[in-house]
């Protein structure tokens, strides 16, 4: 069952602003993922934090999870028009050959 | 190389018609999944195979039929299409000790 839910659906910012982007999730997990789409594209993996982890940087981004509240955020920073894309969160169950569970994602419009 | 391939890419076809989608990874995984993105963009495990043995079936319809002759290759065959199969299909991979699964680049299909 579906248990990921990014908040917002929607965000349009302005280039160099920074975006943030929330994910919620209801069982335990081993990890917990973020992808980007671009529109009519696949799915890039851009980063993991494991369920132990609070914090994780790569690049202009930045992942947080706070397990205690099933909640994990993504801050990119300085965006760039290329960063418009659809992001999504996805959870990795304890179990490892599960499926990811995926979360309904959030557009993001960069405006140059 | 590339590590999950799907083909074909793109598949426009009639309603009533029966299609095959063909999911092939060169890693060595031994579970493969199917994933469908509806137009809403929402993404959810159709699929998983395990040593070609199917280990989740997600209350898909009995017109699709996923098939694996061999641990790198897991097909998925789809009867009588509806129009509400039109969607972008992902395969994955993953195995024990893969943090992460592996995508294909997606199959768009469009029932008319």
């Known amino acids: 069952s579906q248990q990921g839910e990014e908040d917002p659906q929607a965000l349009s910012i302005q280039e160099g602003e920074n975006a943030t982007m929330n994910c919620s999730y209801k069982t335990s997990i081993n990890n917990l993922q973020w992808y980007r789409q671009n529109s009519g594209r696949g799915l890039v993996h851009l980063i993991l934090i494991r369920s132990n982890e609070r ?7 930045r992942v947080t999870l706070d397990t205690s509240k099933k909640s994990s955020s993504l ?38 | 190389d590339t590590a999950v391939s799907q083909t074909p890419k793109y598949l426009v076809t009639q309603m009533g018609n029966d299609k095959s989608i063909k999911c092939e990874q060169n890693l ?17 495990i159709m699929f998983s195979y395990n040593n070609k043995e199917l280990i989740i ?26 129009l509400g199969d039109s969607a972008v299909y992902f395969c994955a991979s993953w195995t024990s000790g893969q943090e992460t699964q592996y995508f294909g680049p997606g199959t768009r299909l469009l029932v008319l």
């Open chain 1, 55 to 61: 914090e994780k940087h790569s690049g202009r981004l």
């Open chain 1, 75 to 112: 801050l990119i920073t300085a965006s760039r028009a290329a960063d418009t894309a659809s992001y999504f969160c996805a959870t990795a169950s304890v179990w490892g050959n599960t499926p990811l569970v995926f979360g309904k994602g959030t557009r993001l419009s960069v405006i140059a």
């Open chain 2, 28 to 44: 060595g995984h031994d579970t493969m999944y199917w994933y469908k993105q509806d137009s809403k963009k929402f993404l959810k």
């Open chain 2, 57 to 82: 079936n997600e209350t898909v319809p009995n017109r699709f039929s996923p098939k694996s002759p061999d641990k790198a290759h897991l097909n998925l065959h789809i009867n009588s299409l509806e």
